[in-house]
């Protein structure tokens, strides 16, 4: 009886305990909660997808933004990361940018990384007045097509890095005759059209093709296309050939050039600047030489406390191999700083209203420069125009310095 | 309409400079769509569908030799010998991995339809899903980026043919082609398996009334189709990579070959393909790239209303 006894004693005793152990703890995360609640910053780009490295490059650059801004203790909020995968593509971006809205703790974007992607989701943030910071989406007609002040972007337009590619390879380069090849994304023709005409005002004879993207990169035409193509472009031997389009593509062109007798110089832009563009062709020799350019503006890369950081994320990627992680890392910083300078309401739209608004009155001083926004969302930062220039040399992307 | 001369006439002075060179290409990727078409064709032959997951038996066939090549030669440089036991290695997997998919679909997407009777487009709908769990699959697994291939040999110009160069590729690819498709076409000519196949072709029921084993007949079918559309499966991933998604395209052309030879009909298949790789790789000296295929299947059309039932005409029975 005085064991029973014992026992239901502890019973009751072990349940007040828990009973009054529950609302403790209840209470004292309530009260951390009301003090800091959280919000999430969304970053839309390709994370799978034929040109997926990009996307991914950009998603470490904004974890360590979102990481360091937790860790600082600053903030009157806590930062959570939100992944939408668009693959880069224009068709599956829009269904992307309406999960993104219909978060109802997501208060902006980073992204959409791709200009195709980004026409293509823009008017649902916009509806929703969400901004969105492109780290990387540069054709020229998205800063000038787009009525709704709710897109940014980190990195100068395809007007700036076309005209300076034309420049490098007609007057720094003397190519006197230019084939410009597109790969029919809003990005490629957008960039490949700039070559072309800046290419023409340098005084170089002009040509252009286009290439679709191939059912190996995302597209839908057969990549069989390269090796006639290929045939054609060594027959017409121009100086010079500039690629407008993504890596995986140009990998396959370069390797169906590699068999012809083509020895001409080989260029193409920011999509093509990455890594993969090597381990993606075949033979992986037929990259060497290949010219490549990205407006970035400033620095490509993290230095010290930063890179070390960087590289726990990215497995030991080093950042500047890493195109556009530090765009990416500025991006989510100036919306961070943005909405630490805002009178929050208890409306979700009148705050994604509020960081819009105040995104567009903010300066920042980030890794790859000074950045503001003009009011169309273009850049206005201390490096204006600077255009960075790499070289595949060996099976490594050497940076060539810059305009 | 000078302009409109003026364009054509410059188009045949760049087709007169690289025809020869546009057109071993052309007869090397078509060599390829041939050996996806008889898949295609050999099932339309004796079940009458179009088989839609036989882009995915092309996949795995690409993935199966990536495999195998990246175990084989490593970082390494394999030496002659090697490099012909590697390319016939790679062949025979890739082929016997496409044969293994194509009778599992078989197996899975159309016996146990066709045990029931269901209607043609409940083999329609069960094909296309196979293709799409497929493609999906193989996504998760191997993640959705091209994988470059390495040769395991070096592809350099072996000789000149007029003024082109003739590659090492090219070269293997025509060969592997070419025996694949007169030894199939042997087999079914002249082998009892090939007998069984026609008469399941002609007329399924008398087939079966004659001691035609019509479910192992099937089968084969498949597996056959599939061993080659596996090997092309390889060729192709030897030149362009292997990614998830690298059947959609090559195997719709490879089903258009298959209609413009005349669907059902092996010889049409091989004629279809050939047809379709050179007519696409010329229409590269006239038109934009982009425009390949508007001219492919402009082609496509205007030999259907010529010809409705293809080049050969329909009948896998008659033509082997």
């Known amino acids: 009886m005085k064991i029973r006894l014992n026992k239901t004693v502890a019973a009751v005793a072990s349940s007040a305990l828990v009973l009054l152990a529950v609302p403790a703890s209840g209470i004292a995360g309530a009260s951390t909660m009301m003090a800091k609640p959280t919000y999430v910053i969304g970053y839309e780009g390709p994370l799978s997808g034929g040109n997926a490295q990009l996307g991914i490059n950009m998603k470490w650059g904004v974890q360590l933004a979102i990481a360091n801004a937790n860790a600082s203790g600053k903030l009157p909020f806590n930062l959570q990361a939100a992944w939408y995968d668009d693959q880069g593509s224009g068709t599956l971006s829009p269904a992307q940018a309406q999960s993104a809205v219909a978060n109802n703790k997501l208060v902006a974007m980073v992204g959409p990384a791709f200009s195709g992607a980004t026409r293509a989701a823009e008017p649902f943030y916009a509806n929703a007045g969400i901004a969105t910071v492109s780290p990387s989406a540069t054709a020229a007609a998205l800063a000038t097509g787009i009525s709704n002040n709710n897109f940014m972007r980190v990195v100068y337009g395809d007007d700036v890095q076309g005209a300076a590619d034309a420049k490098f390879l007609v007057k720094t380069h003397g ?8 790969d029919g994304s809003f990005y490629g023709a957008g960039l490949a059209q700039v070559v072309n005409t800046a290419a023409k005002a340098d005084g170089a004879t002009v040509t252009s093709n286009s290439l679709p993207q191939t059912s190996n990169c995302g597209g839908v035409a057969s990549s069989t296309e390269y090796t006639s193509a290929a045939t054609q472009i060594a027959a017409a031997n121009p100086k010079a050939v500039f690629y407008g389009g993504y890596y995986c593509d140009l990998g396959l062109l370069l390797g169906a050039l590699s068999q012809t007798s083509y020895s001409g110089i080989i260029m193409s832009g920011d999509g093509s600047e990455s ?48 195109l556009y992680s530090t765009q990416a890392y500025d991006a989510a910083n100036m919306i961070i700083t943005s909405m630490s300078k805002i009178k929050w309401s208890k409306s979700l739209e009148l705050n994604r209203i509020a960081i819009k608004d105040q995104l567009h009155m903010t300066t920042y001083k ?16 201390s490096g204006a125009g600077q255009v960075n220039f790499y070289q595949v040399v060996s099976g490594v992307i050497t940076a060539k310095g810059h305009n | 309409m000078s302009g ?61 030799s990536f495999f195998l090549t990246k ?8 030496s002659a010998w090697q490099s012909v036991l590697y390319v016939v290695l790679g062949v025979m997997v890739g082929g016997l991995a496409g044969a293994a998919i ?70 293997i690819t025509l060969v592997v082609g070419l025996l694949m498709l007169f030894g199939l076409d042997r087999l079914v000519s002249k082998s009892k ?22 479910d192992r007949t099937i089968a084969v079918t498949f597996l056959l189709g599939g061993f080659l559309g596996g ?11 292997v990614v998830y998604t690298m059947g959609f395209t090559p195997a719709l052309k490879a089903f258009t070959a298959a209609v413009l030879g005349g669907i059902g009909n092996l010889r049409g298949a091989l004629i279809g393909g050939l047809l379709l790789g050179v007519v696409e790789s010329l229409s590269v000296a006239f038109v934009n790239g982009a425009y390949i295929d508007v001219v492919s299947f402009g082609v496509l059309v205007l030999v259907l209303l010529v010809r409705p039932t293809g080049i050969l005409g329909e009948s896998l029975g008659r033509a082997a």
């Open chain 1, 175 to 182: 190519a006197s005759s230019v084939l410009t090849i597109d």
């Open chain 1, 275 to 322: 890594s993969s563009l090597i381990s993606g062709t075949t033979p992986a020799s037929a990259a060497n030489g290949v010219w490549l350019s990205a407006a970035g503006g400033g620095s490509s890369a993290f230095t010290g406390k930063l890179e070390t950081q960087f590289k726990a994320i990215s497995h030991g990627v080093k950042s500047s191999t890493a």
């Open chain 1, 366 to 381: 980030g890794v790859t420069g000074t950045l503001k926004f003009q009011s169309n969302g273009n850049l206005a930062g």
């Open chain 2, 4 to 64: 409109f001369f003026s364009y054509f006439t410059s188009h045949f002075a760049t087709l007169g400079h690289e025809f020869w060179p546009l057109l071993v290409g052309g007869l090397a990727t078509g060599f390829i769509y041939s050996m996806v078409a008889i898949g295609y064709t050999m099932v339309y032959g004796v079940l009458r569908l179009i088989n839609f997951a036989h882009s995915e038996v092309f996949m795995s066939g690409g993935f199966a």
């Open chain 2, 71 to 78: 175990w084989l030669v490593g970082s390494g440089t394999p």
């Open chain 2, 102 to 171: 194509a009778a599992l679909v078989e197996r899975v997407a159309y016996r146990p339809l066709r045990r029931r009777k269901a209607p043609k487009l409940a083999y329609l709908i069960s094909a296309i899903g196979a293709s799409y769990f497929l493609f999906n699959l193989a996504a998760k697994e191997f993640g959705r980026i091209n994988f470059a291939m390495s040769p395991p040999f070096v592809n350099h110009a072996l000789f000149q043919f007029a003024n082109a160069p003739v590659e090492m590729l090219d070269v």
């Open chain 2, 193 to 214: 398996l090939g007998r069984s196949i026609r008469a399941v072709a002609q007329d399924a029921e008398t087939a079966s009334l004659m001691g035609v084993n019509i």
């Open chain 2, 231 to 241: 090997a092309a499966g390889y060729l192709f991933g030897l030149k362009f990579g």
